[in-house]
């Protein structure tokens, strides 16, 4: 009976949590080294989550497509963040920069405003550019 109980505050603690943080999804994209191949999605997968819990968002989802196709809209998991975002079950999408949603950069801007429709910020886990963004910069 106690272990339901501790069960229960856990989980109580975790919605109260929730509640108050942004729910975001945290996307990678990111190229695969010959000499280290999954050294770089690791990376951008921890630097996101780090990013994540120092600024008070919390992860419902994490994505990863692999990287190659500069069209974001041409990637199953893109697709899915949008539909996240148009659901609105997310308020941010994490990612470690600007290249992971398009080399080119009038795909990319279409696509962060297509998010913004829906009340969605994309933020940038790579630490200047997060500095920049926690500072008040813009893109």
């Known amino acids: 009976m106690a272990a339901a109980a501790c069960g ?10 929730h509640r108050t943080s942004t729910p975001a999804v945290l996307y990678i ?10 050294l770089a999605k690791e990376r951008a997968e921890q630097e996101g989550r780090d990013f994540a819990s120092k600024r008070d968002f919390h992860i419902v989802a994490e994505i990863t497509d692999p990287y190659g196709d500069p069209n974001p809209q041409n990637r199953a998991g893109w697709v899915r963040v949008r539909e996240l975002a148009e659901r609105d079950e997310v308020d941010a999408v ?11 950069h009038e ?18 886990s790579w630490a200047p550019l997060a500095t ?3 500072s008040g910069a813009s893109r």
């Open 107 to 124: 795909l990319r801007y279409s696509e962060m405003e297509h998010l913004a429709e829906y009340g969605v910020q994309v933020r940038f």
């Open 29 to 38: 994209c990111a190229e695969r080294s010959q000499g280290s191949p999954g």
């Open 132 to 134: 920049m963004a926690d």
């Open 94 to 104: 994490i990612m470690r920069w600007p290249n992971c949603l398009s080399a080119h």
């Open 8 to 17: 229960l505050i856990a989980m109580t603690r975790r919605l109260d949590m």
